[in-house]
């Protein structure tokens, strides 16, 4: 009952009755608006807005299941969905693009941590060797033993007079925000940032959130991946069974370009990223919708569709965009050895019903896709041949080109450590077949 009284009081709840107020508007408008014009004006008013909406949508940059997605809603729920589509576009405000800060990113040493424990403690011993600073992104802060850890660290931190900023974004943290931490870490010298925040709520703006995780500590070390601030991601509490996760940390310049995109995105701009062909061992990769966006889903594509032994992923939902999907379906025609984990225990129902069609989908193309018996699955790696591609990235159309994201792909070394955590998670999976579901199919990148 207190939870209850805590969600309507909050601004979470707040924003939801904003949003649903908008909706309600908009229909009322269209409902009403007949009854002013006369029957023939509002027949060609509405043909005339529904149909800009649709020439917008049809003409707009982003693939091609985006198009059709916005396409079936505005022609069912005309001038509806002609307006609600109006309501979610976005142009940001020009910005300078921020140079990188080194040249081509060198990783001296890498590290790959397959689960939420050895993560944190070495997070945590990093933070308590901080000289000078530490930035920390991630899209999820939450209260609990996690943050108090870190939380105690920071502190004194601040006390060595070591400079703390700190982001984190407005709807992944809604509810969970520890407020009166941080509010004592900002009377200590830490500075917060959250991104786009709940109130007001402007829709365009809430579609894309920066669902990065970034700690960056004296720009000598960095640490990325799946992980969020949360005593789920150490398995203090297993609101979905056993939580599996994995990240990584970099040093040398590596962890320059990841300090260098922190502070790009501290001062709201976008930082050039390097390019993404090339034999080099390490290479970040970035996505700053609306101006950059699917740099992953190319690297990822362009990865699976050169394989030719094995192709190996973890995602907690499986909805990839067309070119990753077509990329999947020609490696496995060829004969590699594709296999794709995915939950057993879903966090969210609506994305697991989208989960279960895809899945559908590429067993009758000869994909291998495996349910992770013990919970759930929030790992985010793809492993092509002797490469791997680790981050933030969920193998979903909105992870791929709506959200902030960072990551890398690696060569070597650091791969065989991710290819036995596959192995040892395989051996807790079973086969599954999934399930057709047209309708999720059709309105997934909109999820």
């Given amino acids: 009952m207190r939870g209850f009284f805590t969600f309507i009081f909050s601004k979470l709840f707040l924003c939801m009755l904003l949003i649903a107020a908008y909706m309600a508007g908009t229909v009322l408008l269209c409902l009403w608006l007949p009854g002013v014009l006369s029957a023939g004006a509002a027949a060609c008013a509405t043909f005339l807005f529904t149909l800009a909406a649709a020439v917008r949508a049809a003409s707009g940059e982003y693939p091609a299941e985006f198009r059709c997605a916005w396409l079936c809603v505005i022609a069912a729920l005309p001038p509806i969905g002609a307006a609600v589509y109006f309501l979610t576009l976005y142009k940001p405000r020009p910005c300078a693009k921020a ?92 500075q917060v940032k959250i991104f786009n925040r709940l109130i007001p709520p402007p829709l365009s703006r809430l579609n894309f959130r920066d669902h990065r995780k970034i700690a960056v500590i004296d720009g000598k070390i960095a640490f990325a991946g799946g992980m969020n601030i949360a005593d789920e991601y150490a398995n203090i509490t297993r609101p979905h069974g056993h939580w599996k996760d994995s990240a990584f940390a970099v040093t040398g310049s590596a962890a320059a370009h990841f300090e260098g995109l922190f502070l790009a995105g501290w001062r709201g701009c976008d930082m050039a990223c390097p390019q993404l062909s090339g034999e080099r061992g390490f290479v970040p990769v970035h996505d700053s919708p609306p101006a950059l966006r699917g740099r992953a889903s190319a690297l990822i594509s362009r990865a699976i569709f050169n394989a030719t032994a094995r192709v190996w992923i973890f995602t907690p939902y499986l909805c990839p965009d067309e070119r990753i999907f077509a990329a999947l379906c020609d490696a496995a025609a060829r004969g590699v050895d594709v296999k794709i984990l995915v939950p057993a225990v879903p966090d969210k129902k609506s994305a697991y019903a989208i989960t279960l069609d895809c899945t559908a989908r590429l067993v009758r193309r000869g994909v291998k896709v495996y349910a992770y018996t013990p919970g759930f699955m929030h790992a985010k790696a793809v492993i092509c041949d002797g490469g791997c591609f680790l981050g ?21 070394g650091i791969t065989d450590d991710v290819a036995r955590d596959f192995e040892g998670c395989l051996a807790l999976s079973a086969p599954i077949e999934g399930r057709k579901r047209r309708l999720a199919r059709l309105l997934s990148p909109l999820a």
């Fill in 392 to 412: 933030s990235y969920n193998l979903d159309c909105r992870s791929l080109w709506l959200n902030y994201e960072c990551g890398a792909r690696f060569k070597d």
């Fill in 99 to 190: 140079p990188c800060p080194c040249g081509p990113a060198e990783c001296q040493s890498c590290r790959y941590f397959a689960d939420g424990g050895e993560f944190f403690d070495s997070l945590f011993s990093a933070v308590d060797g901080a000289e000078r600073t530490i930035y920390l992104e991630f899209y999820i802060l939450a209260k609990g033993r996690v943050f108090d850890g870190l939380c105690a660290g920071l502190e004194r931190a601040l006390e060595r007079g070591v400079e703390v900023k700190i982001i984190t974004d407005g709807l992944g943290s809604a509810l969970r925000l520890p407020k009166k931490q941080l509010k004592r870490l900002k009377k200590r010298g830490a």
